[in-house]
């Protein structure tokens, strides 16, 4: 299948892991896992995608940085 | 080497108390942050060398 | 307040002015910032400086607050030291050598002493429950110090664990869907997280004294017994086990006095060494000489009970394992003690206003409790530092009113001090006395969003009921059975000497119906989360021909992944027997002392349940889908399935007519008789089928806490004509948000068709603030509650906050940090809410009783 950059997809030990990207959160069980919560709807929702490798993933959304508490879910 | 012994912040454990042992004491200080003033109580051996904590005056 | 709403209601104008005239010069969009008031200079001070450690979006809302190191290298050194012992008595010599070694915390000002970390912004973490959860926190900004200490220290554990233990008899298919919490709640095993009721009233009437006393008798009774002759080698070996249960009590209770006594020494240290000030340096030796003589002696006094209480609640849920929760029946915990302080006057002599101030310090000193607890905690609670809920009122034994000036005091404390925690469940009964429902309203009125109102009998029952299935053939007696409190936020167990909740694998966790619905309607694939398999293949949903094909798809899914819920708390539970006993909190349970059995082990009171969230999502898409697809035939399921797959984008005019297919909530037959058979016959139905580890059914317990946000963002687009990511439904059995059009009394007639098969359901209500805060508001609100106990409704609780105050404060955060709202089963400040999660409470509906209300009610204005 082929990788659509602007996707979440994995590279392995890409230099823009999701773990370090802002719109990542934690899983709330496995650390090595994560959610993706770039996905923002007009009416404000928080859409997530589960990251099942938060160091091997990535997608061109990635911005380091973190956000805070209030704009998370 | 210093000792804990010798520190204002060295307080013995009574003879009557029920986890009394030789020389055994109670570190307490004091400290004080935005939130306010608290005191903290750790157990320790007279004979421990001192810490950065350290303020001579043995009781 | 400027805004004042009037009807016509039997021929006349009612216009709902403030009750309190002095309210009328205060905006709208500030109230709650004019409601505080504590009682003494003293609270007032505790409150300005309370090291809060709120949680949001896996986030600490304050800054400067922290794991600790200190418990984990303790619990540590403890299990490598003692390797080789039996393991009952490795869990007691670790308990005693964290109380022998802890720090001591002493704040200026407080009363009630007590902590469980070496600072008092830290707080303690947990190796030997999940390694992940403290992996967690070793890549966070709240990381123990120093990182690599506490990473070799859960590397040590990783195989000692409770979640490594239990890991190992699950297809890990399973347990990946199950930890990333969108179809199921993590299993407690994986987080490490808890509940549980402490037998306090042993603590307080006994003391530890004589508990120790008690286990030694035992002890010294069972080697008699095993040297009887002739040995008999089919009952002789039981004793075994118990002597090791026994002597690990006594080891447990021997280190709760000696570190109480710890405080009672530090108390002297700073009268004498450090404090200037001559009234609290008599206050200090005062707190020396209780915490000297409790938990060891039996408390004589108020001032006793509190401080016994904190203790006890510090080692049972922080210090030897974490557990959340403050369950308790605090009003007749507490009477004995208030009885002999301001009523005989016999001992700790007080007035009746010197309790509201021990209450409101209680209050905030489990405020800046910290609770190291996992990343999922931390998520769906948003907005609390943990679930610290007691319970008030209710009836005595003999069916008479349990409320006392007790029960006042604890209400007009919370009224005053406005804090979220702890929040208060109230039982209501026809019998409970006015004075003290004036309180209770009062609460509300303010809009603290507590007392949360349980229906009192239909508790007593369920006790009962449970009783019947004990494993030993002791559960509730009829007395007991009045003795419930809630566990967490909506599920009654019993509190008292015995027989209470011990392990949250009695009761406790999730499963969410609308992502189970999602992948339903999926063949069990889950496409718009986890891009996985998430559950059995229960078809493709094209080929339906029938709504029964449909209901029965989803039954499957739902049966499997409550099985696997329930599953995985009775291996926890069989695995916390052999590795994580309780053993001080055997000894201060009188049938683990009379039996010689571990807390975790013995049951005697099954009291299973389980929490079906995001219910009503499901429910209303079940209905929109009959009634659109398989009834009128308005549209095909493989039309269905495409809207979905694109988030109704280019189906706008197909999403309003799902949106605007007959909802939960108002009283409507069409939508409520399928919405009463999904609750009756699938999420309870299904459940009851399951035997726990103690032998009884399992109830579902339906209640959204904060996830109703978190699962609502990992659901996708459902048939009810909600998009992706939005929020699911706010309470166990609530309309959904803003589809509630019929008002408030439609709500309940809705609610009271769902009666069979279930535990407890949850229900938000957010009431007109004007109404409620007028001169009427009271008899409004007693009237709504006795026709809500008429028919025999489980729950409800209340937001009483505007809509501008709630913008003003997503405006202005620094300028309402006493704006308190109800989320769901626990109140939070609303500026420590994400702002997703403030805008789903903006979005309930602000109910107003028009005049065919209060009709209904049976109200006299």
Known sequence: ???????????????????????????PTDPNSGQCTANRTEAGAVWKRWIRDVMNMTCTRHEEGKLSFREHV | MTTCKECEFFFSVPEDADDYKPAKGDCVVEKQDEKGKYWLAKPVSEKDGCCEQYRPGSR | MTTVTSI???????????????????????????????????????????????????????????????????????????????????????????????TLVIQEDEFIVGYHAEDPNKFPLYPELSYMAVQDYLISDYAPQPVKEASEINDYWKPHSLQ??????????????????????????????????????????????TRIKLAEENVSNAYKQMEKLPWDGTTGLEWLDKIDNWKAMI????????????????????????????????????????????????????????????????????????????????????????????????????????????????????????AGKSRAYREIFPGSNDLFILTLGGTNGDGSDAC???????????????????????????????????LVFECIRDGLGYPSIKHDERGVKQMLDYGKFSLNGNGATQEEAHSWANVLCMSPGLTGRRKSQKTRSEGGGALFPAKLLEIALNNGYDWSYSDMQLGPETGDPRNFDKFEDLWEAFRKQYAYAISLCIRCKDVSRHMEGKFLQQPFVSAIDDGCMELGVDAVVLSEQPNGWHNPITSIVAANSLVALKKLVFEE?????????????????????????????????????????????????????????IRNYSGGPVLPVGQAVGLYMEVGTRTGPTPDGRFGGEVADDGGISPYMGTDKKGPTAVLKSVAKVQDNQKANLLNQRLSVSMIRSGYGFDIWKSYMQTWHDLNIDHVQFNVVSTD??????????????????????????????????????????????????????VEL
């Open chain 3, 8 to 102: 016509d209601h039997k021929g006349k104008k009612i216009e709902f002015f403030p009750e309190n005239e002095a309210e009328q010069d205060i905006p709208d969009d500030e109230l709650h910032e004019h409601l505080a008031r504590p009682s003494t200079e003293r609270t007032r001070r505790l409150k300005a400086r309370c090291r809060w450690k709120h949680a949001s979006a896996g986030e600490f809302v304050e800054k400067g607050v922290s794991a600790g190191i200190e418990r984990m290298r303790l619990i540590t050194e403890a299990h490598k030291a003692n390797d080789g012992k039996p393991e009952v008595i490795r869990r007691a010599l670790g308990l005693k050598h964290i109380l022998d070694n802890m």
């Open chain 3, 251 to 370: 080891i447990t209770c021997k280190a709760v006095i000696s570190w109480a006594r710890r405080y009672s020494r530090l108390c002297h240290i700073v009268a004498e060494h450090y404090e200037t000030d001559l009234k609290r340096r008599e206050e200090l030796m005062e707190i020396a000489d209780i915490c000297y003589r409790v938990p060891a002696e039996p408390c004589r006094g108020l001032k006793d009970a509190f401080q016994a209480k904190w203790f006890t609640f510090l080692v049972c849920h922080a210090i030897d394992r974490y557990a959340s929760g403050f369950a308790q029946l605090e009003d007749r915990l507490l009477w004995p003690y208030y009885h002999k302080s301001v009523v005989e006057k016999s001992f700790q002599p007080m007035e009746f206003e010197e309790v509201v101030e021990l209450v409101e310090m209680e209050r905030l000193k489990i405020s800046e409790h910290g």
């Open chain 3, 805 to 858: 105050e709630m913008k003003a404060a997503q405006k202005e955060p620094e300028k309402h940090q006493d704006l308190i709202v109800r989320v769901s089963g626990y109140s939070a400040r609303f500026v420590d809410i994400p702002t997703y999660g403030q805008n789903t409470i903006i979005a309930r509906n602000e109910q107003e009783f028009s005049s065919e209300d209060l009709d209904f009610l049976n």
């Open chain 3, 633 to 689: 035939k308005k549209y095909t399921m493989d039309q269905v399935c495409g809207a979905l797959r694109a988030n109704w984008e280019g189906y706008e005019e197909m999403r309003m007519d799902f949106k605007n297919a007959p909802k939960w909530g108002n009283d409507d037959d069409y939508a409520d008789t399928l919405i009463k058979d999904f609750y009756e016959d699938i999420l309870g139905g299904e459940m009851v089928k």
């Open chain 3, 404 to 438: 006392t000036d007790m029960t006042d005091a604890i209400l007009e404390a919370a009224r005053n001090i406005r804090t979220t925690e702890p929040s208060i469940v109230f039982r209501y009964s026809s019998v409970n006395r006015n004075k003290t429902l004036r």
């Open chain 1, 1 to 27: 299948m082929s990788v659509v950059a602007s996707q979440l997809h994995r590279e392995d030990s890409t230099c823009k892991p999701c773990r370090s990207c802002k719109w990542q959160i934690p899983d």
């Open chain 3, 164 to 209: 490594s233990k239990c890991q190992e008899y699950f297809d890990p298919v399973d347990l990946t869907r199950m930890y990333q919490v969108s179809t199921m709640e993590g299993p407690s095993f994986a987080s490490g997280y808890n509940s549980l009721i402490p037998p306090y009233e042993t603590v307080l009437e006994d003391g530890l004294l």
